[in-house]
């Protein structure tokens, strides 16, 4: 779908509190928006879709306790060396 928005506008909000059990999600994100579209589908007791702009942006409210975030910390040389060895062993070319 061409917006018209430059893609640096083109934003991911997440919205909760305390009190709210509800967390609101407003996204152009394509692979979040397809897979927040299946999850309800799936569950919709626990996520719905709320509002779609007509611009590309979708709106969800999600249960709170579906919704996770991970930090993950970064790989050290050595990890990302051991990876690249064995995807070499196992015919995976690195992604450049």
Same mark, same amino acid.
């Given at each position: 779908m061409?917006t ?7 934003? #991911? ?5 305390e009190?709210?059990?509800k967390?609101s999600?407003? #996204?152009?994100?394509?692979d @979040?928006?397809?897979?927040? @579209? ?7 007791? !626990?996520?719905?879709?709320?509002d779609?702009?007509g611009?590309?942006? @979708? !709106?969800?409210?999600v249960?709170?306790g579906?919704?996770?975030f991970? @930090?993950t910390? &970064?790989y050290? !040389? ?5 990876l690249?060895q064995?995807? #070499?062993?196992?015919?995976?070319? &690195?992604?450049?």
């Open positions: 061409v018209g928005k430059k893609k640096k506008d083109k934003i #991911t909000e997440i919205f909760f509190d009190a709210n059990p967390i999600i407003r #996204t152009y994100n394509t @979040l928006k397809n897979r927040l @579209l299946k999850f309800s589908k799936k569950h919709p007791n !626990e996520c719905q879709l709320i779609d702009s611009d590309g942006m @979708l !709106e969800f409210e249960s709170k579906r919704l996770s991970r @930090l910390a &970064p050290s !040389e050595d990890r990302k060396q051991q690249s064995n995807a #070499t062993r196992n015919n995976h070319l &690195p992604k450049r």
